[in-house]
């Protein structure tokens, strides 16, 4: 019986590290201001936060904004979309940086600084976790 119960408990805690670890990877939505009427494709995306494509197709300048390195949707982001670590994406910016070519985005606290600076911003963009989308702005894609 105790060999059972040993069973029982180790089934459980498997069973509830998978829950978790699958909750844990939240869904990232790419958001810009809802007034924005630029067409941005899917390929579009990883480009204008790898700041290799500046401006909108209306001709509007970008304005790219980043959450903060500690949250969750920031790591889901790099890795789902931009394929790269955090690691990685810290010396790509730092090589940009120091030749003169781009600045780094704006860091963000958390998905709610997010959303105010994109809601003032019209030409922002940027992302955060797909469950705190608001109908203040527009959705681009969710990954």
């Known amino acids: 019986m105790k060999l059972l119960n040993k069973y ?3 089934l459980s805690l498997i069973t509830f590290f998978l829950v978790y670890s699958v909750s844990a990877l939240a869904d990232v939505a790419v958001i810009v201001n809802s007034a924005n009427t630029a067409a941005i494709d899917e390929g579009d ?3 204008i936060f790898l700041g290799k494509i500046k401006s909108y197709s209306t001709g509007d300048k970008v304005t790219l904004v980043n959450l903060n390195s500690d949250q969750s ?3 889901e982001f790099e ?3 931009l394929n790269k670590s955090a690691t990685q994406i810290k010396a790509y ?5 120091f030749s003169g070519k781009a600045k ?6 958390n998905d709610k600084a997010v959303i105010d600076f994109i809601q003032s911003n019209p030409g922002a963009i ?3 976790s797909a469950e705190s ?3 203040s702005v527009k959705v681009i894609k969710t990954y």
């Open 8 to 10: 029982k408990i180790k």
């Open 45 to 47: 995306i990883p480009r």
């Open 73 to 75: 949707a920031r790591a």
């Open 79 to 81: 890795d789902k979309v």
């Open 93 to 97: 910016w730092s090589k940009l940086m």
């Open 104 to 109: 780094p985005p704006k860091e963000l606290e």
């Open 126 to 128: 940027g992302y955060i």
């Open 133 to 135: 989308v608001t109908d």
